[in-house]
């Protein structure tokens, strides 16, 4: 039976839950014998989850989670082996947290003026902890004060499209993000492309974009995935000679329908991303 893998995950340095020691701990419980460490725009937690992954004997990649933007629609994309000193990558990670740290400050702004919550505490406790600041962290505030039942409430409640606290963001956009990581990297993968809400004309041809940028892969096994979203991008992935990736998109071990670790077999015609990463 192939082993398990997982090479999209979150810790604590972004919007996950669990430090990278912790992570890379629950990982070796499940039988994970190799992983990527892949939070959303910094790779802060990589040198922490190495050290831990040596301890276990599990191979580590480090890895990175960017936000971009095609067609006006944010599009996240998993960089494999990066080099975390690489001017292109850095550039991206300070442009990115600028952004988010200017969204959460505006999302505080408007709860405050638009609902009367303490907004501008709500955003200085998403601001505390160091890591990449998202909107989660912001959700969990809300949590914590009492404002919303759980993180799904405190979004529908406040922070989605048409709430009080919604503030759109422009991240950069895919051309021009995809070159910093493509060179900063061994593999580019497209996150959960099964996820956009595009249509399928929409998606082949962000697919094509994306392999004409330098993209190397995408997820094609992922939890949630439903039979025909595997199919779909398998046959996507064929046509544009991409590899394919598995991994769980793990944030929080409270979450039980995705779980660290994905089984190593792709489907027929697809190579795996892992050989383009073997030296990592």
């Not at 949590?143 to 503030?167: E, M």
Request: aromatic share 4%.
């Amino acid at each position: 039976m192939p082993g398990l893998i997982d090479l999209h995950t979150h810790s604590n340095r972004s919007d996950g839950v669990l430090g990278p020691g912790a992570l890379v701990a629950r990982a070796a419980e499940r039988g994970v014998t190799l992983l990527a460490l892949t939070d959303h725009d910094t790779v802060d937690g990589c040198a922490e989850a190495q050290a831990a992954c040596v301890g276990f004997g599990i191979r580590f990649v480090p890895g990175i989670e960017i936000s971009t933007r095609w067609r006006g629609q944010a599009i996240h994309v998993v960089g494999l082996g990066v080099d975390a000193v690489a001017t292109g990558i850095a550039a991206q990670i300070d442009d990115v947290t600028r952004r988010r740290r200017e969204r959460v400050l505006a999302i505080g702004e408007r709860l405050a003026t638009r609902s009367r919550l303490p907004g501008r505490d709500i955003a200085a406790r998403a601001l505390e902890g160091g890591g990449v600041p998202t909107r989660m962290h912001l959700a969990r505030s809300l949590v914590a004060l009492g404002y919303a039942d759980d993180t799904q409430h405190a979004f529908d409640r406040w922070l989605n499209r048409d709430r009080p606290g919604h503030v759109p963001v422009e991240w950069p956009e895919l051309d021009t993000a995809l070159p910093r990581l493509v060179e900063s990297c061994r593999a580019t993968v497209l996150a959960h492309p099964h996820r956009y809400r595009l249509s399928g004309g929409a998606l082949r041809q962000l697919v094509t974009d994306f392999t004409a940028g330098g993209g190397s892969a995408l997820e094609v096994s992922m939890a949630g995935m439903s039979p025909g979203d595997h199919d779909r991008l398998a046959s996507l992935a064929r046509r544009h000679a991409l590899a394919g990736s598995a991994g769980s998109d793990f944030h929080d071990p409270a979450v039980p329908w995705n779980p660290l670790g994905r089984f190593a077999k792709l489907p027929d015609g697809i190579a795996p991303v892992t050989e383009r990463i073997a030296d990592s």
